[in-house]
């Protein structure tokens, strides 16, 4: 029995199944984004209005790692995860919280 109860906890708390896929976003014209910012515990590195880096594939992180950015940076025109792109309605969602120009 707690051989099972190991090898259960021990599944679940490795990462196993997360895999980290270079990534990038573009931000809607006008912004201008910082060096760095940090998404999703990584480090993504920025160039105006382009920042990137690398995330998970699976979509809660994915959509985290959007929004973070958006709250982070401002309002993003595209948004790509390894071979997933977000769509404009996930894209809308995404920049629902976008921070504006200061």
Same mark, same amino acid.
């Given at each position: 029995?707690? !051989?099972s109860?190991?090898?259960?906890? =021990?599944?679940f708390?490795t990462?196993a199944?997360a895999e980290?896929?270079? +990534?990038?976003a &573009?931000?809607a014209t006008?912004? +201008?984004a910082?060096? !760095?910012?940090?998404?999703?515990?990584t480090?993504?590195r %920025?160039? @105006?209005? #382009?920042c *990137? @880096? #690398?995330n998970?594939?699976?979509?809660?992180m994915?959509r985290?790692?959007c929004k973070?950015?958006?709250?982070?940076?401002g =309002?993003? +025109? +595209?948004? *790509?995860v390894?071979?997933?792109?977000? @769509?404009? &309605?996930e894209l *809308?969602a %995404?920049?629902e #919280?976008? !921070?504006?120009?200061r």
């Amino acid at each position: 029995m707690y !051989r099972s109860i190991i090898l259960t906890a =021990a599944l679940f708390a490795t990462p196993a199944l997360a895999e980290f896929v270079p +990534s990038e976003a &573009t931000f809607a014209t006008g912004t +201008s984004a910082p060096s !760095r910012v940090v998404v999703n515990d990584t480090i993504w590195r %920025c160039d @105006g209005a #382009k920042c *990137a @880096g #690398k995330n998970e594939t699976r979509a809660v992180m994915v959509r985290r790692a959007c929004k973070t950015l958006a709250g982070e940076v401002g =309002a993003l +025109s +595209s948004f *790509a995860v390894g071979t997933q792109v977000l @769509g404009e &309605t996930e894209l *809308a969602a %995404c920049n629902e #919280k976008a !921070r504006t120009a200061r």
